[in-house]
């Protein structure tokens, strides 16, 4: 019997996994996407814990539970305990005590998985994303994509195009993408931009320089609340500078990822969505195995080849 485990258990930051543990789960993905390997017993419960909206990361999560043979149970704020005054903590207590074995959170605070994993003593927290921390399965789908684009990072030039500031995409993927050996760029408005952006990272001066300069940009949301407090002038400005435009995609070799929901005719054009040079699609179709492989890793459930598999 073959066993998936290498680092079993809470999936909380790309630092807290480690290359090591990160290269495992895109390689099981992957086998689990050729069909190579298959768990040889369904989980148990899995809680899918989700105190923002989502489509993507949810659906995914819930599709990959239902083909390890996971029972699920869902939760949104909106008509829980919370809106008595229940706390956070007594949530993920009481999540745990009705048996779930994995809870896979999602929350606006940004410690938010650190602390489910503090609380927990039974249960695996997987962090679907914390505020504008960290969403570990995001990097991990996005690097398992261009890996199969690209065969390796190692000097590949990678740009993230959009709200650096906020997003917890470009936290994760810059980190497993420089571990992987890739050059990061990064190009977004000025107030859009980290205050502490790593001094390895190249400054682009707007979207179609960075489809020049890189082998794969990642597009990221415009969040247009972010508008009304005078971090973009306006929407026309914005896509002055930062759109990825189908013209710009045609004339140069550049991928193109985007972690959704698109807001499409605002960060990029609607025809670039389905474009050959996009990725984003694969990036969804990836998401669901790299969130088998991390169910089956972190809850340590044995796997074997399917030849071996009694029916």
């Given at each position: 019997m073959d066993t998936i485990i290498t680092m079993p258990g809470h999936l909380i930051t790309i630092e807290q996994a480690g290359i090591e543990r990160c290269t495992a789960i895109i390689e099981w993905a992957r086998r689990f996407r050729n069909r190579d390997a298959v768990p040889s017993q369904p989980p148990g419960t899995v809680a899918l814990a989700f105190f923002e909206p989502s489509t993507r990361t949810r659906m995914s999560f819930e599709v990959a539970a239902a083909m390890l043979g996971a029972r699920t149970v869902g939760f949104t704020t909106s008509g829980s305990s919370i809106e008595k005054g229940e706390s956070f903590e007594d949530t993920i207590a009481t999540i745990e005590a009705l048996g779930a074995e994995a809870i896979v959170l999602r929350h606006s605070a940004s410690d938010a998985a650190e602390r489910a994993a503090a609380i927990a003593t039974r249960a695996v927290i997987i962090n679907a994303g914390d505020g504008m921390h960290q969403h570990p399965t995001q990097a991990l789908l996005d690097s398992m994509t261009l890996l199969d684009t690209f065969g390796t990072l190692e000097k590949r030039r990678i740009a993230f195009i959009g709200d650096v500031l906020h997003s917890r995409v470009f936290r994760s993927g810059y980190t497993l993408f420089r571990m992987l050996g890739a050059e990061i760029g990064v190009c977004a408005p000025p107030l859009l931009r980290s205050g502490h952006l790593p001094l390895d990272m190249v400054e682009l001066s707007d979207a179609r320089a960075a489809l020049k300069w890189a082998d794969a940009v990642v597009v990221l949301r415009l969040q247009r609340e972010r508008?009304?407090?005078?971090?973009?002038?306006?929407?026309?400005?914005?896509?002055?500078?930062?759109?990825?435009?189908?013209?710009?995609?045609?004339?140069?070799?550049?991928?193109?990822?985007?972690?959704?929901?698109?807001?499409?005719?605002?960060?990029?054009?609607?025809?670039v969505v389905d474009h050959a040079r996009s990725l984003i699609r694969r990036q969804v179709t990836n998401g669901v195995f790299v969130r088998v492989a991390v169910l089956v890793e972190a809850l340590g459930i044995p796997v074997v080849q399917p030849s071996s598999v009694v029916t």
């Open positions: 508008m009304q407090s005078g971090l973009v002038p306006s929407l026309a400005d914005y896509r002055q500078r930062w759109a990825v435009r189908i013209a710009d995609v045609e004339e140069n070799s550049c991928y193109v990822l985007h972690p959704g929901p698109v807001n499409a005719g605002v960060e990029l054009d609607a025809a």
